[in-house]
Nanobody, 126 residues
Framework: VQLQASGGGLVQAGGSLTLSCATSGGTFGSYVMGWFRQAPGKERAFVAAISWAGRNTDYADSVKGRFTISRDNAKNTVYLQMNSLKPEDTAVYYC????????????????????WGQGTLVTVSS
């Protein structure tokens, strides 16, 4: 299973970006998908997750109301719409796939994700 994240870049505070994570191999529709981020000198942190069919989502408190995770199973792609960006959102964003979840489940624990993309850098200037 390969994951390819894209969409990062430099944006001013208050701006928006949409990240994409395209997958190949495996069965995308049976993966719980998640976004995590890692800022310099910090551990990888949960951002958002979405269940197989997209009915259930979960968000870190720091991004609730600003970020939206979604997926298109026909395109094997998961998205992260990020609005009202803040300088503290600056990080490398990683998408992950968990193939041990069950229907409707989501996970905020990065060790449950078996597959990872290469990361895409988001920089928010003040």
């Amino acid at each position: 299973v390969q994951l390819q994240a894209s969409g990062g870049g430099l944006v001013q505070a208050g701006g928006s970006l949409t990240l994409s994570c395209a997958t190949s191999g495996g069965t995308f529709g049976s993966y719980v998908m998640g976004w995590f981020r890692q800022a310099p000198g910090k551990e990888r942190a949960f951002v958002a997750a979405i269940s197989w069919a997209g009915r259930n989502t979960d968000y870190a408190d720091s991004v609730k109301g600003r970020f939206t995770i979604s997926r298109d199973n026909a395109k094997n792609t998961v998205y992260l719409q990020m609005n009202s960006l803040k300088p503290e959102d600056t990080a490398v964003y990683y998408c992950g796939a968990d193939d041990n979840g069950v229907s409707g489940s989501v996970s905020m624990f990065f060790r449950q994700y078996e597959y990872w993309g290469q990361g895409t850098l988001v920089t928010v200037s003040s």
